[in-house]
């Protein structure tokens, strides 16, 4: 199995952009899809992008994921942050033997 | 609409088991696999096991094998997952969660607390 590497935390101010890394430790990140989903305290994980950059239905245009093979990373971006981005945000993979979840970055908007 | 819908929490003793429901509709439950993750407090996402409400395959994540048992009763359209020889360790909201296509969630359930205490 592999692992995702994502920063702890990072805080933006509202109305900024801010870009939350997912690092893949071993194989190349193109080769399985990348997910990203947002979980706020108290609630379960929603989906803001799959397939490494499609958004669902509901999910607003400021939200826009993207793979980097040169850094085996990828990448979540929130453009024209709002308070109510604040939640706690999880890259996840997978292989033959299952899902891999990042660890979550903590994002703070103030 | 696709709903999860979890049991409810639950309460063990250490060495105890505990079996969690996951109830679905609004969709051929034969068509997708369900997945397990679980959250620890303040920690983050983990998987844990999936299996195929089709043909009943299962897939465990290593560190589970042995203590996990996951099945369906297509008759239902309910998935259980069976946790054996709990932990304090093992406190932590359990989800189980749609699969969509074998790579990703797409729908998850509310989540079922699981507190391991003596």
Not at chain 1, 34 to 59: C, H, K, M
Not at chain 1, 91 to 105: A, H, I, K, N
Not at chain 2, 24 to 32: G, I
Not at chain 2, 58 to 75: E, H
């Amino acid at each position: 199995n592999f692992m995702l590497t994502q920063p702890l935390s990072m805080s933006e101010s509202p109305g900024k952009t801010v870009t939350i890394s997912c690092t893949r430790s071993s194989g190349s990140i193109a080769s399985n899809y990348v997910q990203w989903y947002q979980q706020r305290p108290g609630s379960g994980p929603t989906t803001v992008i799959y397939e490494d950059n499609q958004r669902p239905s509901g999910v607003p245009d400021r939200f826009s994921g993207s793979i980097d093979s040169s850094s085996n990373s990828a990448s979540l971006t929130i453009s024209g942050l709002k308070t109510e981005d604040e939640a706690d945000y999880y890259c996840q993979s997978y292989d033959d033997s299952g899902w891999v979840f990042g660890g979550g970055t903590k994002l703070t908007v103030l | 609409q696709v709903q999860l819908v979890q049991s409810g929490a639950e309460v063990k003793k250490p060495g105890a088991s505990v079996n969690i429901s996951c109830k679905a509709s609004a969709y051929t439950f034969t068509n997708y696999g369900i997945s397990w993750v679980r959250q620890a407090p303040g920690q983050g996402l983990e998987w844990m096991a999936w299996i195929s409400a089709y043909n009943g395959h299962r897939n465990y994540a290593q560190k589970f094998q042995g203590r996990v048992t996951m099945t369906t009763d297509t008759s239902t359209s309910t998935a259980y997952m069976e946790l054996r020889s709990l932990r304090s360790d093992d406190t932590a909201v359990y989800y189980c969660a749609r699969d969509s296509g074998g790579y990703r969630p797409d729908y998850w359930g509310q989540g079922t607390l699981v507190t391991v205490s003596s």
